[in-house]
């Protein structure tokens, strides 16, 4: 059997525990080396993996020293937001590394996002963003049925979303251009409410939001967010010929030859459908089967590569976009900072109730509240 491929995992919360699961049960990587600024959480982590034989991490503080140290051939990157970019061009800069599984949102902004893209692409190293539910047995059989015609042409999608368009919504304008073979986005309009100082993840965020995207087949595609207090992912998918609904377990299509809704609950390659965390085991562990492929020349593309990651994140920092110039905006989005930003800096969206808060803030350790990305 060949050798496995070597993963470095800096920041060890709750998405790169998703990721390291993946590697693990992929049974195709070995995870040498893991970072945090905060040693206890390298140890929590740790008791995650003890019934893997593969799991022989080695504890770093200091990311780069992991990078040098560990000699990792994969790196995953699960820091919050805004250390995406600086810390997957050291990774891509790394002696040794092949490639980046980075978390979603790709960057905070724009201009970030697209230096994250020629580092990789100067340094001949792959970029995978962190979009995993594109590995969903029932969003890609949904893809299957649109392709197939078994609802006509699609003519509009919805989801609903909540806790700030970047954090959430991110998944959703990924899945749009994924059920519709990802195909472009071409034009955005949108509006955000921001009455608090509301942050997620160390990222100034809206409370609310309405979002309309264009696509180039004629298909459009809303997202609803934080306007209700129900949010789920998945989306409700309305063509010429019939219905399609899907969550991340199942699918429900209603056409012609349906007799009424007719349900799908279609198994992974890695777990039966209904098994334990079903979601992120199956897509975890596909994600980095398929990132493994491609590192190893088995295959020429990965579906959530770095291209890929940058429109989904695009299209939401065009909603901002819309909202800061009130008006229709066509892609490709032309500024390079982040337009929900500009807007609160220059006083265009004014805070009435004064006092930071950052809904992510339980999960940094000890006096921390703010960041967990300081040593950047």
Same mark, same amino acid.
């Given at each position: 059997?060949?050798?496995?491929?070597?993963?470095?995992?800096?920041?060890?919360?709750?998405?790169?525990?998703?990721?390291?699961?993946?590697?693990l049960n992929?049974?195709?990587?070995?995870?040498?080396?893991?970072?945090?600024l905060?040693p206890?959480?390298?140890?929590?982590?740790?008791?995650? @993996?003890?019934?893997?034989?593969?799991?022989k991490?080695?504890? @770093?503080?200091?990311?780069r020293?992991?990078?040098?140290k560990?000699?990792?051939d994969?790196?995953?990157?699960?820091?919050?937001?805004?250390?995406?970019?600086p810390?997957?061009?050291?990774?891509? $800069?790394?002696p040794?590394?092949?490639?980046?599984l980075c978390?979603?949102?790709?960057?905070?902004?724009?201009g970030a996002a697209?230096?994250m893209?020629?580092?990789?692409?100067?340094?001949?190293?792959?970029?995978?963003i962190?979009?995993?539910?594109?590995?969903?047995? $029932?969003?890609?059989l $949904?893809?299957?049925?649109?392709?197939?015609?078994?609802?006509?042409?699609?003519q509009?999608?919805t989801?609903?979303?909540?806790?700030?368009?970047?954090?959430?919504?991110t998944?959703?304008t990924?899945? @749009?251009?994924?059920?519709?073979?990802?195909?472009?986005?071409?034009?955005?309009?949108?509006?955000?409410e921001?009455?608090?100082?509301?942050?997620?993840? $160390?990222?100034?965020i809206e409370?609310?939001a309405?979002?309309?995207?264009?696509f180039?087949?004629?298909?459009?595609?809303?997202i609803?967010?934080?306007?209700t207090?129900?949010?789920?992912?998945g989306?409700?998918?309305?063509?010429?010929?019939?219905?399609?609904?899907?969550?991340?377990?199942?699918l429900?299509?209603?056409?012609?030859?349906?007799?009424?809704w007719?349900?799908?609950?279609?198994?992974?390659e890695f777990?039966?459908?209904?098994?334990?965390?079903?979601?992120?085991?199956?897509?975890?562990?596909?994600?980095?089967?398929?990132?493994?492929?491609?590192?190893?020349?088995?295959?020429?593309?990965?579906?959530?590569?770095?291209?890929?990651?940058?429109?989904?994140?695009?299209?939401?920092?065009g909603?901002?976009?819309?909202?800061?110039?009130?008006?229709?905006v066509?892609?490709?989005v032309?500024?390079?900072?982040?337009?929900?930003e500009?807007?609160i800096?220059?006083?265009?969206?004014?805070?009435?109730?004064?006092?930071?808060?950052?809904i992510?803030a339980?999960?940094?350790r000890?006096?921390?509240?703010?960041?967990d990305?300081?040593?950047?």
């Amino acid at each position: 059997m060949a050798d496995k491929l070597r993963v470095g995992v800096i920041g060890c919360g709750s998405m790169t525990t998703n990721h390291t699961y993946g590697y693990l049960n992929s049974t195709r990587y070995e995870v040498v080396g893991i970072s945090d600024l905060s040693p206890q959480a390298m140890k929590d982590f740790d008791d995650k @993996f003890t019934e893997y034989s593969d799991y022989k991490a080695e504890h @770093f503080t200091d990311f780069r020293e992991m990078l040098v140290k560990a000699m990792p051939d994969i790196v995953s990157v699960g820091v919050w937001h805004k250390g995406h970019s600086p810390m997957t061009i050291a990774a891509a $800069a790394a002696p040794g590394v092949k490639a980046v599984l980075c978390e979603k949102p790709m960057a905070d902004s724009l201009g970030a996002a697209r230096e994250m893209l020629i580092k990789v692409a100067t340094n001949d190293v792959k970029l995978v963003i962190g979009h995993q539910r594109r590995f969903l047995p $029932a969003y890609t059989l $949904a893809r299957q049925m649109i392709e197939d015609g078994e609802v006509g042409d699609v003519q509009l999608i919805t989801s609903i979303a909540g806790d700030g368009l970047p954090n959430y919504a991110t998944h959703q304008t990924d899945m @749009f251009r994924y059920l519709l073979g990802d195909i472009e986005c071409t034009w955005v309009t949108g509006q955000v409410e921001r009455q608090t100082d509301h942050w997620e993840r $160390a990222t100034r965020i809206e409370d609310k939001a309405l979002a309309v995207f264009g696509f180039e087949n004629g298909a459009q595609a809303m997202i609803v967010s934080d306007l209700t207090p129900v949010r789920w992912q998945g989306a409700r998918i309305y063509g010429s010929e019939g219905m399609i609904e899907i969550t991340v377990d199942d699918l429900k299509i209603m056409n012609a030859n349906s007799n009424g809704w007719a349900v799908h609950e279609p198994d992974g390659e890695f777990l039966k459908f209904g098994e334990d965390r079903f979601e992120w085991f199956e897509a975890g562990a596909a994600q980095a089967r398929e990132l493994a492929d491609w590192v190893e020349g088995r295959s020429d593309y990965h579906r959530n590569n770095g291209e890929n990651g940058y429109k989904a994140l695009e299209m939401i920092h065009g909603v901002y976009e819309s909202a800061r110039l009130h008006e229709q905006v066509f892609m490709p989005v032309k500024t390079m900072v982040n337009p929900l930003e500009v807007m609160i800096d220059d006083g265009h969206l004014k805070v009435r109730y004064p006092g930071q808060h950052d809904i992510r803030a339980k999960q940094l350790r000890g006096e921390n509240l703010g960041d967990d990305t300081q040593n950047v």
